[in-house]
């Protein structure tokens, strides 16, 4: 197993533009978290799901945002229209147990508005 | 609503002497696991230790120790034996039983460990 994958690990996109990021998850982990991290700050959760389930929302997740994971494997995170204040790290992890060592974290997609 | 507060932006250490990074939490829940992570410049976030709410005994991982005091609500990260390479970001997160463990992070203490 190669850990979690994002795709791409860096997007530069222009004001107004929509985006998508990719996040392959383990293939066992059936909890898949979106967070958003912008600089010197921890990272904020977006949006989780339980196999195809998104169970829960942050009020972060404007109706610009929206996340998706068909058939409970990979999941996307698509914002509409961005904006600067979008420039952030986006990071996706899984879990299948809360506890030590369960949690699996992804590299990351940077995303630059200008 | 839970919230991590850590009240140390950044700290200096000496290497090879301890440091301890303080991180309360505030929960109604009784059933959570409290964490930390490491994040150096290159960005991954690194597990470095996990508590239970339920668990009795203080957890520790090598240099890693976690100081529980569950009714104070604190969860204080100590490190023994500071090294160069610890130098990163340090997050306290939390995570409910009851919430889809979705991990709930502190805004970090950034740790400068010198020669």
């Known amino acids: 197993d190669t850990g979690v994958s994002q795709d791409p690990r860096h997007k530069i996109t222009k004001r107004g533009q929509n985006v998508t990021f990719r996040c392959d998850p383990i293939s066992e982990h059936n909890r898949l978290y979106w967070y958003r991290q912008t600089l010197g700050q921890g990272p904020e959760f977006l949006t989780y799901?339980?196999?195809?389930?998104?169970?829960?929302k942050s009020r972060l997740l404007s109706d610009r945002f929206s996340a998706e994971r068909p058939k409970g494997s990979f999941s996307t995170l698509e914002i509409q229209r961005t904006e600067q204040g979008d420039s952030a790290m986006y990071l996706c992890?899984?879990?299948?147990?809360?506890?030590?060592?369960?949690?699996?974290f992804g590299s990351g997609t940077r995303l630059t508005v200008v | 609503a839970q919230k991590i507060t850590q009240t140390q932006p950044g700290m200096f250490v000496q290497e090879k002497e301890a440091v301890t990074l303080d991180c309360t939490y505030d929960t109604s829940d009784q059933s959570y696991g409290l964490f930390w992570y490491k994040q150096p410049s290159s960005g991954e976030m690194i597990f470095l230790i996990y508590?239970?709410?339920?668990?009795?005994q203080n957890a520790t991982e090598g240099r890693y120790s976690l100081n529980f005091q569950k009714a104070r609500k604190s969860a204080n990260l100590v490190i023994s034996a500071s090294q160069l390479g610890d130098s990163a970001m340090y997050f306290c997160a939390m995570a409910l039983l009851n919430s889809g463990y979705a991990l709930n992070f502190g805004k970090g203490t950034s740790l400068l460990v010198t020669p």
């Open positions: 508590q239970g709410s339920y668990d009795e």
């Open positions: 799901f339980q196999n195809e389930a998104q169970l829960e």
């Open positions: 992890a899984s879990s299948v147990k809360m506890g030590a060592g369960g949690y699996t």
